[in-house]
C-alpha cells in the first residue's frame, strides 16, 4: 500500500494530477474540496455544517475534516493506496493524519507539493471560472483560500521535510511532464 498527499494552492494542477495518478496506480482519492461538495450537495448532517462554515469563506474545522477522512478510508479496506488531495492544511491536521494512518497500520510514504506561483494559480482559476462555476471560486472566497495556503499551509511543509516525505515539484509546464517528475519520486 502506497498512500501520498498532494500538496500545491488551489488551481496548481492537484486535481489534474490526482487524476492520473488514480488512473495509473489504482489510488482511493480522498480530496476534502470533494468531500466538503459531496456532502453539502447531499444535505447530510455534515454537509449542512460544512456548507455555513464554507459559505462564510472559512476553513472547515479539523474534527470535522478528520472525521470525513476517517470515513473514507474506513469505506475503503481493501484499497491500495490512498491518494490524500488538500489535507492537511497545519501542522496539527498532518499530525492527526499520521495518527489515523498509523491505528490503520499505514502511514504517508510520499507528500508531493506542486510549486505553483500565486500569480500562475489566479490565471488558472480565471480559466476555470470561465469553464466550471465552482462556489469556492468565487473571488472572495478564493482570495481567503489562496491567502491561507501562501500564508498558512505552506508551514506544513517544513514538517514532512524534517521526516525526509517531502518532494517539490514543479508544476508548471506540460501535465504529461509534472506526471512523469510526479511518478519518479512514486516509483
Given amino acids: ?18 487524476e492520473k ?10 480530496s476534502t ?3 466538503f461538495r459531496w456532502h453539502t450537495k447531499n444535505d447530510t448532517p455534515l454537509g449542512k455544517r460544512v456548507k455555513e462554515i464554507m459559505n462564510s469563506g472559512q476553513l472547515v474545522s479539523d474534527d470535522i475534516t478528520i472525521a470525513m ?10 484499497a491500495g493506496g490512498f491518494l490524500f488531495d488538500g489535507f ?22 510520499h507528500v508531493i507539493a506542486l510549486d505553483v506561483p500565486e500569480k500562475e494559480v ?11 462555476n465552482r462556489a469556492d471560486d468565487e473571488e472572495e472566497k478564493l ?12 508551514h506544513v511543509l517544513p514538517f514532512y521535510q524534517k521526516q525526509g516525505r517531502l518532494k517539490t515539484v514543479n508544476g508548471i509546464g506540460a501535465i504529461d511532464d509534472i506526471f512523469k517528475t510526479i511518478t519518479a519520486i512514486i516509483n
Fill in 122 to 132: 489566479r490565471e488558472r482559476i480565471a480559466k476555470r471560472k470561465a469553464i466550471a
Fill in 33 to 35: 474540496g470533494d468531500l
Fill in 1 to 18: 500500500m502506497i498512500n501520498l498527499v498532494l500538496f500545491g494552492p488551489p488551481g496548481a494542477g492537484k486535481g489534474t494530477q490526482s
Fill in 88 to 109: 492537511p492544511r497545519t501542522v496539527a491536521q498532518a499530525e492527526a493524519l499520521d495518527d489515523l494512518m498509523k491505528s490503520l497500520n499505514t502511514a504517508i510514504h
Fill in 21 to 30: 495518478l488514480i488512473e495509473k496506480y489504482g489510488f482511493v482519492h480522498i
Fill in 69 to 78: 477522512l476517517k470515513e473514507e478510508v474506513l469505506k475503503n479496506p481493501k
Fill in 143 to 154: 482570495n481567503k483560500r489562496i491567502t491561507e495556503y501562501f500564508t498558512k499551509t505552506v
